[in-house]
């Protein structure tokens, strides 16, 4: 229940606490708008709406587009983790990972780009022109490519790396994994 500091919730003290912070209208539930005001990106800015709506879109179970404490307690430990992965191949500690620190998260993640896609996502991400991307940024990628990844896979059955699609499956594909 919202509110509850009963231990047996199993809501962790400090995420509730944070969650109360959030919350700022004390519904009990969290908004994208809401979660973008807490969440900053490690360059002086706050999480993208794309990334907040992205995030809150993956942990509303009733898909009101709001979520309750316990969702938010999954999201908490979903962004802190990637945070850890973040961190870990933010090797110069600017707040932001470039092309190659990209190259070695992905390619640590199973996937193996060449140097000019690394580039591509790069420029689709960064908006600003810094030939980096930031935390949030970060996030909305590699969610996109494990979407993508697992439509990909349900279609390659036979594991070649090759698959042929009729445009319309094309569409739904990229419409469903798109955010």
């Known amino acids: 229940m919202y509110g509850s500091t009963n231990p047996g919730s199993g809501i962790d ?8 912070t959030v919350d700022r209208d004390g519904s009990g539930r969290i908004s994208a708008t809401e979660l973008q005001s807490a969440l900053a990106n490690g360059q002086g800015g706050t999480f ?8 809150i879109g993956m942990f509303d179970k009733e898909k009101n587009g709001t979520i309750n404490i316990s969702e938010f307690q999954a999201l908490y430990n979903y962004v802190n983790a990637w945070l850890g992965v973040f961190r870990g191949f933010d ?18 993640m199973g996937y193996k780009l060449s140097p000019q896609f690394i580039e591509f996502l790069i420029k689709k ?10 935390i949030d940024q970060f996030i909305v ?18 594991q070649t790396g090759t698959i042929t699609i009729a445009f319309e ?4 594909v990229a419409l469903s994994c798109s955010i």
């Open 13 to 20: 003290p400090n995420v509730q606490q944070w969650f109360s």
């Open 48 to 55: 993208s709406d794309t990334a907040c709506k992205l995030m």
């Open 91 to 108: 090797h110069d500690k600017s707040g932001s990972i470039q092309e190659s620190e990209l190259n070695a998260a992905l390619t640590q």
């Open 125 to 134: 991400s960064d908006l600003r022109g810094h030939q980096s991307i930031t």
């Open 141 to 158: 990628l590699c969610v996109q490519i494990q979407r993508f990844t697992e439509a990909f896979r349900t279609r390659d059955t036979d």
């Open 169 to 172: 499956d094309f569409l739904a």
